[in-house]
């Protein structure tokens, strides 16, 4: 799964009962059936819109001046003990206008409504405190990144580059996961592809991730992934890696860090390679009780337009660089919601935000908990 390090009272306030229940349980009876999720609503606005009705580049935060249902939340889940032999499930199911944006090719429950995740897991324990090993089966959110897909568990309201065109959204396969020490973790998958629940090709998609936590505030994962992922092509492969780093500096303030680099075979604009790289950072402080401040910058050199290049509001390119700066008061004075003013910058090499080169926009949702 992502590492996340700052969302603790975010993650709380989402499942009170499933925290609960992810406690090893070494009784022969099953644990519960959780139910939780979140609803998230918004609005945002950029100086610079397309058409006045697209904010270019942008995922969940991407309709401009206009209030948006983002997403219904909502998550069943039994959670398989991890110190016995057990089995569970996860089930999460969206429904908004974030769901638009996550679709996998070859599911289709309508434009607003998507399956987020749904898996099987079986457990087996293994020697030592806390091991285990895992199965997974079914459609698992990426390995890759720190932001994820659950608006509320990420730093900023609005993710940003990395996220949205550097990595897959979900991949519908098997994992095996293993934890063989209190220190360090890896995980294996084999999928169809990226964003794919029906194959484009038949060739299948290899995603591993090492993580290791060197003590108790700091988190190292490395992960990388080959498969083929263009239609009806099994020959044009795509490759990558994503480090991630994450350090608690103090009982207030916390930092990540995230670098990415990607090839894909016949996807440049002669017919060649193409590359892509990234690097972004986060930086999040306690500024008063129930309020944390999250500052992410975020640099995305897309060198082909491979990533980009006509995609959510970008014209065709044949490469740029882009990046942007965001911050984002994460307010949670109020019992199960999430209240979340922000602002971000945005800078291309390209004017493709309406013919400049730059964006400004303001951005505020409003999430409840349960």
Same mark, same amino acid.
């Given at each position: 799964m992502k590492c996340t390090v700052w969302p603790a009272a975010a993650a709380t306030l989402m499942s009170p009962m499933a925290l609960g229940s992810q406690q090893p349980d070494s009784s022969t009876r099953p644990a519960p059936v959780t139910i939780s999720g979140y609803v998230t609503t918004g609005y945002s606005y950029s100086t610079h819109p397309l058409g006045d009705s697209v904010i270019v580049g942008r995922a969940y935060d991407r309709r401009q001046n206009s209030f948006s249902l983002n997403v219904a939340n909502l998550t069943l889940e039994r959670v398989a003990p991890t110190d016995q032999v057990a089995a569970g499930f996860h089930a999460e199911a969206w429904f908004g206008q974030n769901a638009a944006v996550v679709k996998s090719a070859g599911l289709n429950l309508g434009t607003d409504a998507d399956i987020w995740q749904a898996y099987a897991t079986l457990t087996l324990p293994a020697a030592g405190p806390g091991g285990y090993l895992q199965l997974k089966a079914g459609k698992l959110a990426t390995l890759l990144g720190v932001e994820v897909g659950e608006d509320v568990l990420n730093p900023n309201a609005g993710i940003g580059y990395q996220d949205i065109f550097l990595e897959p959204y979900t991949e519908t396969g098997v994992e095996l996961d293993g934890k063989f020490s209190p220190r360090w973790d890896a995980e294996l998958r084999v999928s169809n592809g990226w964003d794919q629940v029906t194959d484009v090709n038949t060739s299948k998609t290899v995603m591993g991730r090492f993580g290791l936590t060197p003590d108790d505030r700091t988190l190292i994962a490395l992960a990388g992934y080959l498969g083929a992922e263009q239609a009806l092509n099994n020959g044009n492969e795509r490759a990558g890696a994503n480090l991630v780093a994450s350090r608690r500096i103090t009982s207030a303030a916390a930092v990540q860090a995230q670098l990415d680099y990607g090839q894909e075979d016949g996807a440049a604009p002669d017919g060649g390679q193409a590359r892509w790289y990234a690097a972004g950072v986060w930086v999040t402080f306690d500024v008063a009780p129930g309020a944390t401040l999250a500052v992410r910058? &975020?640099?995305? #050199?897309? @060198? &082909?337009?491979?990533?980009?290049?006509?995609?959510?509001?970008?014209?065709? #390119?044949?490469?740029?660089?882009?990046?942007?700066?965001?911050?984002? /008061? #994460?307010?949670? @004075?109020? #019992?199960?919601? /999430? /209240? @979340?003013?922000?602002? %971000?910058?945005? %800078?291309?090499? /390209?004017?493709?935000?309406?013919?400049h080169q730059n964006q400004v926009s303001f951005a505020m949702t409003l999430s409840y908990m349960f």
């Open positions: 910058g &975020d640099y995305m #050199n897309d @060198r &082909d337009g491979s990533r980009t290049s006509g995609v959510l509001g970008f014209p065709a #390119n044949a490469g740029m660089k882009v990046g942007s700066t965001t911050a984002t /008061l #994460n307010i949670t @004075r109020w #019992n199960h919601a /999430l /209240l @979340r003013p922000e602002v %971000r910058f945005d %800078r291309a090499t /390209l004017p493709v935000f309406d013919a």
